[in-house]
């Protein structure tokens, strides 16, 4: 069975510019949920897709937006990268939206963002 | 808002010390409970949980359990070994949302 993956692990950018990070659901979920973690702070909900729709999302200005795919793979996009937005971003998925109101998640390892 | 609030880390314990990390909660509603873990390297990982009132949920050794009265999900292992170093974060969620709650978290370092 594999896991959540995430894509890519690390990367840098600039103040202004535009990232796009990627995740893999684990096979058979069809809900994604993305996270922010700052340094030394624990994760804060960005928002859920499920089933290729936007489900709740959290308290993130427009420039974060996301796209869930036929396959349940997801992408958070961010505009106008500000310095703040450095971070660990989370993938999580879950067998279906049920579970994921039960908080039956399951993480990737994270895209770590730095923003200069 | 629903808030979740855990004790100052770092942690630092010799291997079998008692090990409890504190977590109290402020939620409308009743909401479930769950204590995550982030290893070294890996992805938070789901390692207990109590859905109710006076649940106690356990798993590798760790229990905690659900206090409405204190608002409280204390975690709790009688002996702890070096592989349980790593980042524990208290979390809930409410009926009918989409969203975990998490605390900051709490780093716990184990030496031999």
């Known amino acids: 069975e594999t896991g959540v993956t995430q894509s890519p692990t690390h990367l840098i950018k600039t103040r202004g510019q535009q990232v796009t990070l990627r995740c893999s659901s684990q096979?058979?979920?069809?809900?994604v949920s993305w996270y922010q973690q700052a340094l030394g702070q624990g994760p804060q909900f960005i928002f859920q897709?499920?089933?290729?729709?936007?489900?709740g999302r959290g308290n993130f200005p427009p420039r974060f937006s996301g796209l869930q795919f036929p396959n349940y793979s997801s992408e958070l996009n961010v505009n106008a990268l500000e310095l703040d937005d450095s971070a660990l971003y989370l993938c999580a998925s879950s067998l279906d939206n049920w579970r994921a109101e039960a908080g039956e998640l399951f993480f990737g390892e994270g895209s770590r963002l730095t923003v200069l | 808002g629903n808030s979740v609030t855990q004790m100052e880390g770092p942690v630092t314990l010799s291997e079998e010390a008692f090990l409890t990390i504190n977590c109290t909660y402020t939620a409308t509603g009743y909401p479930s409970l769950f204590w995550y873990v982030q290893y070294p390297g890996e992805g938070l990982q789901l390692l207990l949980k109590?859905?109710?009132?006076?649940d106690k949920g356990s798993n590798k050794g760790f229990e905690a359990t659900y206090r409405k009265e204190t608002t409280s999900f204390h975690l709790e292992k009688g002996s702890v070994q070096v592989s349980d170093s790593a980042v524990y974060f208290c979390a809930l969620i409410t009926q009918g949302a989409q969203k975990l709650v998490f605390g900051q978290g709490t780093r716990l370092t184990i030496n031999p």
């Open positions: 096979s058979g979920h069809n809900t």
């Open positions: 897709y499920y089933r290729e729709e936007e489900n």
């Open positions: 109590a859905t109710k009132a006076d």
